[in-house]
């Protein structure tokens, strides 16, 4: 009976094994794609002759803008998709199926109806329940989507995760939209409802930058790096089926009665309308100076290197300091070189401020803990700690 027992235990193991290795989606799919690049005759279009026009004076300068209200991110946001006139591209993390991402999906499309072309690409692990509505958006003839670094087994993708997850587990946090290659926002604000002051339990505090000029063709140089990426799958190679402009009709009905039946804190025509209206003043607001773009190569990124272009860079600057290091993230957990980077830097007199989430405002406690075991350490480094409270309404 024991040796039943083991051997009936071992079976089991062995069809489980099977199980997982049947189920398991392996790498991204070779999938036949064109590669593309961004548009280039950017003077030629309304956004570049006027917001996106040079600096007369020093040509080779870049305008900033930022962009830490999120009514106003959201609005800006809206006004590229809608002045633009030859291309979109857009890359986010998170795109979320909310109303500020159904809102931005019926932006886009119209920008589509006008001829605009658009490539989005998006992260992937999010949106297995949506491929559909993402599939028939990709039938629009002047709409690409691509999925980076994508979980192959559609249905059940769990598996992924379990024989995979070294790969799975490195993805794209880049947030990015360019319109017409002439203007661009580039920053830490994904797409949904939390980033934009609209979600009623709450909302992340975070900053864009409205940014034009020779900066913005630097962005698209990142973004069509990763377009053209192997790790960057055409959605129609992750579908069971062939999705047509039928679909895509039936895509647009099902939104435009979502939308019609849904409010939005504030009046998004009115504030376009006023955008529209104030142009010239969106221009005078920039600020010209010379700007780098760093940005990891999305190859390391899903190989996992653990030194990136990104992080080295990092790290030389901050080598270089010699009075003040100010740093700002929601997630903030440095492995014992960072700390001790930390603390070389106080000893040489740079003085070195954190602002960062205390546990009530942070939405990923593991991360916390995380970050909570090095306070102590960087404490005695001399690291000054601010940790934003969650009610910041009361003060």
């Not at 030389?316 to 957990?333: A, K, W």
């Amino acid at each position: 009976m024991h040796v039943a027992g083991h051997t009936l235990r071992m079976l089991a193991l062995g069809s489980v094994a099977l199980l997982l290795v049947a189920c398991a989606g392996g790498p991204p799919p070779d999938y036949p794609k064109t590669p593309s690049t961004a548009f280039t005759d950017y003077q030629t279009t309304r956004l570049g002759q006027r917001i996106g026009a040079p600096n007369e004076e020093q040509p080779e300068l870049s305008g900033f803008r930022l962009l830490p209200e999120a009514r106003e991110a959201f609005i800006v946001r809206l006004a590229l998709a809608e002045v633009a006139e030859q291309s979109l591209d857009m890359q986010y993390y998170i795109w979320e199926p909310d109303t500020t991402g159904r809102i931005i999906v019926d932006r886009v499309i119209r920008a589509a109806d006008r001829g605009v072309k658009v490539r989005l690409l998006v992260d992937d692990p999010f949106y297995m329940d949506v491929d559909s509505a993402i599939a028939s958006i990709d039938a629009h003839p002047n709409i690409e989507i691509r999925l980076f670094n994508p979980v192959t087994n559609r249905g059940w993708y769990q598996m992924d995760f379990i024989s995979d997850f070294r790969r799975l587990n490195r993805r794209m946090h880049n947030k990015l939209m360019v319109a017409d290659n002439a203007a661009a926002i580039v920053g830490g604000r994904n797409i949904g409802d939390i980033y934009y002051g609209v979600n009623t339990a709450a909302n992340y505090r975070d900053l864009d930058v409205l940014t034009v000029g020779p900066i913005v063709r630097d962005l698209s140089g990142v973004f069509d790096q990763f377009w053209n990426d192997g790790n960057a799958v055409p959605i129609v190679a992750l579908v069971d089926r062939d999705y047509t402009e039928d679909d895509l009709v039936v895509l647009r009905g099902n939104l435009g009665d979502w939308l019609d039946g849904v409010e939005y804190p504030y009046p998004i025509d009115h504030d376009l309308e006023r955008l529209d209206r104030t142009s010239a003043e969106t221009r005078a607001a920039l600020v010209w100076a010379h700007g780098q773009i760093i940005a990891d190569n999305p190859e390391a990124l899903a190989d996992g290197s653990d030194t990136t272009d990104v992080s080295h860079f990092l790290v030389s600057r901050v080598n270089s300091l010699d009075s003040e290091l100010l740093i700002e993230s929601p997630y903030f957990v440095l492995r014992n070189f960072g700390i001790e980077l930390m603390g070389e830097l106080v000893e040489r007199g740079v003085r070195v401020q954190v602002l960062t989430n205390s546990l009530a405002s942070n939405d990923v406690v593991p991360v916390h803990a995380g970050y909570a075991k090095t306070r102590p350490r960087l404490l005695e480094n001399g690291v000054e700690l601010y940790e934003f409270r969650a009610d910041t309404e009361d003060f």
